[in-house]
């Protein structure tokens, strides 16, 4: 039996590396967050971000060490091929995936999962400030990127995704996102895009 892969997308200071985290531990066995590698020193609070350069990652992406790819903000990405290992055993995989990647990903993996997190402007404004990572002119890049994506939250039919608010407590969002997917898993009667209950 094939694993899940868990698309968790968002804007940068959304929460999703704390999310994936979380879920990761209420999970327990079986389930992998997959490393992120990134040309951009990595921060403490990302799990599994994997620095490289750009000339290294070019070499990798070239080389078809990815499984999926992609440039945002700058900046380029890539999870690495061995989620296919992994689903292909049985586990589920969790992935800190890209709103702008996610029609590449789903043409890719047709049982993919796609959550997305949501948090007002003002509230993402602040984190972002806050964190001291992107200096003013690159934050105001990141709002007006999330901007363009507001669509994704109200899409209908197959390409409806799951829709969390993580503006409030991220613990709650935690178990929200933890419920969610154990009732995807156990209960046929659920569609993977229905987020009647948890959206």
Same mark, same amino acid.
């Given at each position: 039996? /094939?694993g899940r892969?868990?698309?968790?997308?968002?804007?940068?200071? /959304?929460?999703?590396?704390?999310?994936?985290?979380?879920?990761s531990?209420?999970?327990?066995?079986g389930?992998?967050?997959?490393?992120?590698l990134?040309?951009?020193?990595?921060t403490?609070?990302?799990?599994?971000?994997?620095?490289v350069?750009?000339?290294?990652?070019?070499?990798?992406?070239r080389?078809?060490?990815?499984a999926?790819?992609?440039?945002?903000?700058?900046?380029?990405?890539?999870?690495?091929?061995e989620?296919?290992?992994?689903? /292909?055993?049985g586990?589920?995989v969790?992935?800190n995936?890209?709103?702008g990647?996610?029609?590449e990903?789903?043409?890719?993996?047709?049982?993919?999962?796609?959550?997305?997190?949501?948090?007002?402007?003002?509230?993402l404004?602040?984190?972002?400030?806050?964190?001291?990572?992107?200096?003013?002119?690159?934050?105001d890049?990141?709002?007006?990127?999330?901007?363009?994506?507001?669509?994704l939250?109200?899409? /209908?039919?197959?390409?409806?995704?799951?829709?969390?608010?993580?503006?409030?407590?991220?613990?709650?969002?935690?178990?929200?996102?933890?419920?969610?997917?154990?009732?995807s898993?156990?209960?046929?009667?659920?569609?993977?895009?229905?987020?009647?209950r948890?959206?």
């Amino acid at each position: 039996m /094939s694993g899940r892969l868990i698309y968790l997308m968002g804007p940068s200071g /959304s929460g999703k590396d704390t999310v994936l985290q979380g879920v990761s531990r209420l999970m327990g066995q079986g389930v992998w967050v997959a490393p992120r590698l990134i040309t951009r020193p990595a921060t403490e609070t990302e799990c599994g971000a994997v620095a490289v350069s750009a000339a290294e990652f070019l070499c990798l992406e070239r080389s078809g060490a990815f499984a999926m790819s992609w440039r945002a903000n700058g900046l380029a990405y890539g999870v690495p091929v061995e989620i296919n290992d992994r689903l /292909s055993a049985g586990c589920h995989v969790l992935v800190n995936g890209s709103r702008g990647y996610l029609s590449e990903a789903r043409r890719r993996y047709c049982t993919l999962l796609p959550v997305l997190l949501s948090v007002p402007q003002e509230t993402l404004y602040q984190r972002l400030s806050a964190r001291g990572r992107e200096n003013a002119d690159q934050i105001d890049k990141r709002l007006i990127r999330n901007n363009l994506y507001a669509g994704l939250a109200t899409a /209908s039919g197959r390409e409806r995704i799951m829709v969390l608010d993580n503006s409030g407590a991220v613990a709650d969002t935690i178990q929200m996102l933890y419920e969610y997917l154990i009732h995807s898993a156990t209960e046929p009667r659920y569609h993977a895009y229905d987020i009647a209950r948890y959206g």
